[in-house]
């Protein structure tokens, strides 16, 4: 059960009204009218509680859980312990998340609340039902659309514009950007602040070149906290609908980042590089700037791409290459260093 | 001399005080009641500073000192410069620390104070003697213990609890939390925010899942600046006693972290990923989530941790190995490639 | 055109007046006179904007560009299009920064203002003609210069010193430090927060070890966004004159940077570490404390540094070696591993 003091809980629902909002698919036996009153994990749930088995490794949590319901796939149903109901889905996370967010809803203001210490420039205009909390500030010509929250301490500088729905958490900054619908960001994100671009002369001297792009961010995008993305030098920084990034990415200036991408925590990815859709970045990765990632890719953790990828292709490694070949190479070298060893240990 | 714009000094100390203190035996002909006015490096201390040799880099410079007094290992006393007190300890970093903290203790505030720019929830505890700075928020049901200090801007999201004697630097974000005694957090570190959840649906839609668990923070943890410790999914995010994080680091959600735990800037540790007791993380190291990683375990710099690590246990590299294997396969490639350099030559 | 809600425009100025400014030669034909009204990208510029070419992966936009006027390396002027004015420059992203900051000059306040929402401590200086935003805290014995610029939220802790010209951005925490003349700042970097130091027990238990230096930063220092930069720990951390750092960037207690180098997104540098002047390091590199590196050194992206590095020195890898040895080096393993898997084939 979720701590009290921390969340509030919408529910009860039936396990038909779940369901149907999930779209998975009641099993043989499981009673349309149970109520349940809560989500939680395979090893804490109790009898009013539902929950739900995706990856592999817990299933022996889920052959002993005490839940009233799982959601599971078909495969994996005869595991279940003896009278659970169950909910089928391929797809039982996904299932899951829209289950947990009916009990749990994204806070959504539903009046204006304005915090007498926030400040909010004359020309500014706040859409309805937003609020805004203590030592917030916003910006000559800023646009905040609908329903916005706005935590403590949140900074958007001068002509911002924030679409309807979005969460921005405390301690934000934005500046030089037009942000999307439903748009989280949490706390301590660094938006649309000077890309790291100087020319150096002969002498050494490093001159600051005036970066006049912005930061153009889609509809439901997740920025993580402390993430940093510098606005364009010329060219925008885009940012595509859907894609979530982690705490502590940088995104360099001019970089576009297709829809539905996912970027895991610390990845960096240099100026002028083009992400196409869908395309996963494992935490650390490393991204050379001006290159061109094809949609579907997928980059390991820690990896460190040098050059343009295919569409739909794995890479791995630093410098990155194919995930076969890199497999091959770690392979091959360790059948080596067991060979000198051996040779080694013969001599 | 530390500069007196920043620090102030609670000196003199006799040496015998400070031998006292620290656990270090005066070697014979050192004066007790010697006074001793500050701590100072080995290269810049004077005839009444104590400072100390731990690192043998620094042997050279410890052999020039003018201090007046040192804290040293009994098998490096012998150079010494003449003349010179010495406190002989085992450990001299640690018994430095102790005498370092009586001439420059952690600022505890002694009185309640309560800047007026602060907003508290009215329903927020505070407990005798805290400073509240500037700007600081304190939202509804938070619990704040005793002597604790919250420099400018920092943010307690509702419900948050800190014990006794804590100190948050400024624009420190929590959030979801309960935090222990003594916990020293410094700027800017975002804790308590969601985790990198969501479920994907077939059409690429990425749906967020509400994260409900908490981060649970033991007594006398530090955490660097700019760090970010998500909360749990449903599980808490556990953070034990006296673990050490330094700056930039990313905690998951549901991570657990054991007691006495070392962890160097820019580490990663992914999801649920379960860590035992006094395991030293190098800098920038990954961790893959749901992994398990034994008590006493060293991961290198820069490590990839793609398995589980047994107690114990040094590994290297990325996917990380066990450090001799590392090592062997290091000096193997070293050696092909010279060979294959050497017939290239000859061609 | 840069977007006029973020970006006023000084302009327009002579082709002249920027070849003069910019120390770049009008190629002959290339009318004295003609007004340029803005700067462009190449794809995006018309009749009455400069644009450049640097990076020759941009030919073929050069030879497409609407631009009334290019900086160009002669070597490539004969690929502009016809009737274009030509502006030669052996450096052209060089002389680009210097006409785009005549286009868009960095903000620096003309007169005093400072919002009824500081918080300025009474012993604090504050120089001529500073912008002080909302939510700024300034301390006790805090001396500004002039023409500074401090966003929303900064923080100065007691004793802070900031040069003439200063920009600091919001969010931005200084304690402990003495920062020059015309330093920027981005949203939400921390400097001056206890280094990484602690001594541990026998029992293990980590005793912080008092940190009494402080960040001296130079001249004309830039620093990026969520960036963290501890004090010394009796010894100052210190950043050379025009030395550039990047977002997420870790600098360890004691850290010596020398003049002009660059620093890359996300490296980390590690406790007592001494960098010469022009070093420029890799996004992601990571550099082990006590080590020194000379002048002049390149440090590639994701290296993992852990020797010494001789003046001049290029080197790559984790751990890092000569740049020829590691490319030697994966060479070899690249075909080892070829030849294996034909073996293999074969067999």
């Keep these: 059960m979720a701590d009290k003091r921390f969340f509030s809980n919408s529910g009860p629902f039936t396990l038909a009204e779940l369901a149907s909002a999930s779209g998975a698919r009641l099993k043989d036996g499981a009673q349309h009218t149970l109520s349940i009153k809560d989500v939680a994990p395979l090893e804490t ?49 996904h299932a899951y998340a829209i289950v947990a967010s009916m009990f749990y ?78 748009v989280t960001v949490h706390h301590g994100a660094a938006i649309g602040q000077d890309g790291f671009g100087f020319a150096t002369s002969a002498e050494g001297r490093h001159e600051r070149v005036p970066q006049l792009g912005r930061v153009i961010i889609g509809d439901e995008v997740n920025i993580g906290a402390n993430t940093t993305i510098d606005r364009g030098s010329g060219p925008d920084t885009i940012i595509g609908e859907g894609t979530q990034i982690d705490n ?24 002028s590089t083009k992400v196409g859709d869908f395309v996963a970045f494992g935490g650390q990765a490393g991204i050379t700037g001006h290159l061109t990632i094809g949609s579907g890719a997928r980059i390991a953790a820690q990896s460190g791409v040098m050059r343009d990828v295919p569409p739909g292709e794995t890479i791995c490694g630093s410098p990155a290459i194919p995930a076969k070949q890199f497999h091959r190479q770690t392979v091959t070298l360790q059948k080596l260093a067991k060979e000198g060893q051996r040779n080694d240990d013969a001599a």
């Design 105 to 182: 809803p994204v806070y959504q203001p539903q009046e204006t609340s304005i915090h007498p210490s926030a400040t909010i420039h004359e020309s500014a205009s706040i859409g309805e039902k937003c609020e805004i909390g203590p030592n917030v500030v916003i910006g000559q010509g800023c646009k905040v659309g609908r329903q916005c929250h706005l935590h403590a301490g949140v900074t958007l500088s001068d002509g911002v514009e924030i679409g309807d729905g979005c969460t921005l958490h405390a301690g934000v900054h934005i500046s030089h950007a037009v942000v999307g619908r439903r």
């Design 248 to 271: 502590l990415v940088q995104i360099g200036h001019n970089v576009v980042l297709g829809r539905g991408c996912i970027v895991v925590s610390q990845v960096g990815i240099s100026g």
């Design 45 to 93: 749930a109790g009898s009013g509680d539902i929950t739900f088995l995706d990856n592999v490794k817990y299933v022996a949590a889920f052959e002993k859980t005490k839940a009233g319901a799982c959601i599971v796939r078909e495969k994996l149903a005869a595991k279940a312990p003896a009278g659970m109901a169950l909910l089928l889905s391929e797809n039982p996370y």
